[in-house]
């Protein structure tokens, strides 16, 4: 396992193979970042770069857990590993951090990839069902959190015709330390609304979204992509909230496309 300690002491696990123009991939809650194996194809165009965030995967966890402060470490992560500016990739939580590495240290950033993920702050019955959210992961652990999360986080096509992939999201999330997605379900219901940066936002971006996700469905990422003056919004055939998992094929064309804009 590769793995990187910052000058901060925060620890981050990683995967990184490929060549080229770095592409960094942060993932969604609840997992690590093996949910960004069916993107390792992609390291015939770029070096792919995988990071477990602290307390998630083989990365040790820290406190507080911000979302800020991800940021803060991902952009410490990006300098120590010297493949910065780089093509930052987020999903879900994953694309909160990004936002937030957007806004805080805009010069790590070559391009940006905002995947199923939203700008706006949790409204209040959202932060109600987080600290709900926190009790349950907390007396039960991670399975039994996900069990609740997953008629949301997968489309119907997936969960019936897909079984093995519903069994793989399920192990990957059975492994989370329920304490690091405690104090993860607290930043995300606490993180600041991210809306008022994105005008600020000048490196190409691409959104992208599964047509069926119904956590953060397309029009909250048409939202977000509207104020970002380089923008490109792509929409996931036959995907819901984890489109990269759902639909891979259709996930990696669509950053190849971009990739190709960029003429990398």
């Known amino acids: 396992m590769p793995a990187l300690t910052l000058p901060s002491g925060v620890t981050l696990a990683y995967d990184d193979g490929g060549s ?21 194809v992609l390291r015939d165009v770029g070096r792919v770069v995988t990071i477990d965030l602290p307390g998630f995967g083989e990365s ?21 590993l010297k493949i910065s500016p780089a093509i930052v990739a987020g999903l879900s939580m994953g694309g909160y951090v990004a936002l937030a590495l957007a806004r805080r240290h805009p ?54 015709e897909k079984p ?12 989370q330390r329920p304490a690091a997605v405690a104090a993860a379900l607290a930043a995300l219901r606490d993180r600041p609304d991210a809306t008022p940066a994105l ?12 047509e069926h996700d119904a956590i953060t469905p397309p029009l909250t990422a048409a ?17 819901g909230h984890l489109s990269n998992w759902e639909n ?14 960029l003429k990398l």
Request: include cysteine; proline fraction near 9%; charge should be neutral.
């Open 20 to 40: 080229g123009c770095p592409l960094v991939f942060l993932h969604a809650f609840p997992f690590d970042r093996t949910l960004w194996q069916p993107q390792h």
């Open 60 to 80: 040790p966890p820290v406190a507080p857990f911000t979302i800020d402060g991800v940021a803060d470490t991902v952009a410490a992560f990006l300098t120590e």
């Open 107 to 160: 010069d790590q950033l070559r391009a940006l990839i905002l995947a199923d993920t939203r700008a706006a702050a949790d409204d209040p019955p959202t932060k109600e069902n987080r600290t709900k959210s926190i009790a349950l992961v907390t007396e039960k652990g991670t399975a039994a959190l996900f069990e609740g999360l997953l008629p949301k986080i997968l489309s119907d096509q997936t969960r019936t």
């Open 164 to 175: 093995q992939c519903v069994e793989q999201l399920k192990a990957i999330a059975a492994q």
């Open 199 to 210: 005008a600020a936002i000048a490196v190409p971006t691409l959104v992208v979204v599964g």
């Open 223 to 239: 939202h977000l992509a509207a104020p970002i003056r380089n923008s490109r919004l792509v929409h996931i055939p036959r995907a």
């Open 248 to 261: 891979p094929d259709a996930f990696n064309a669509a950053i190849r496309s971009f990739l190709k804009e």
